[in-house]
């Protein structure tokens, strides 16, 4: 069993950063794929960003292309995701979530296996 905690959300005036960060526990973070989604009132869940095990392949939504970046450093058991020139519609919680199996970079949130708590993102206007 593997536990997520995401940190790093907060309110944010629109054209600002945040980096959320996501601690991954247990010794086998390494083979995970890695991937960010994100939850706006009334939507369902979307797919941002995510990155394969050997964090060589990344992929990212439209919507956040040339914004956002993912990485990991498996020293830390950690991957992150640091967000730029936030826009209003970006407003969403935040979701860490892993791959055990394939460990390549996923877009479709069923192939991931366990998922954070999710922290809040909030840009204003």
């Known amino acids: 069993q593997v536990q997520l905690v995401e940190s790093g959300g907060g309110l944010v005036q629109a054209g600002g950063s945040l980096r959320l960060s996501c601690v991954a526990s247990?010794?086998?973070?390494?083979?995970?794929?890695m991937g960010w989604f994100r939850q706006a009132p009334g939507k369902e869940r979307e797919f941002v960003a995510v990155?394969?095990?050997?964090?060589?392949?990344?992929y990212y939504a439209d919507s956040v292309k040339g914004r956002f970046t993912i990485s990991r450093d498996n020293a830390k058991n950690t991957v992150s995701l640091q967000m730029n020139s936030l826009k209003p519609e970006d407003t969403a919680v935040y979701y860490c979530?892993?791959?055990?199996?394939?460990?390549?970079?996923?877009?479709?949130?069923?192939?991931?296996?366990?998922w954070g708590q999710g922290t809040q993102v909030t840009v204003s206007s």
């Open positions: 979530a892993a791959d055990r199996n394939s460990g390549r970079a996923y877009t479709d949130q069923y192939e991931y296996d366990y």
């Open positions: 247990g010794r086998t973070f390494s083979v995970y794929a």
């Open positions: 990155l394969s095990r050997s964090g060589l392949t990344t």
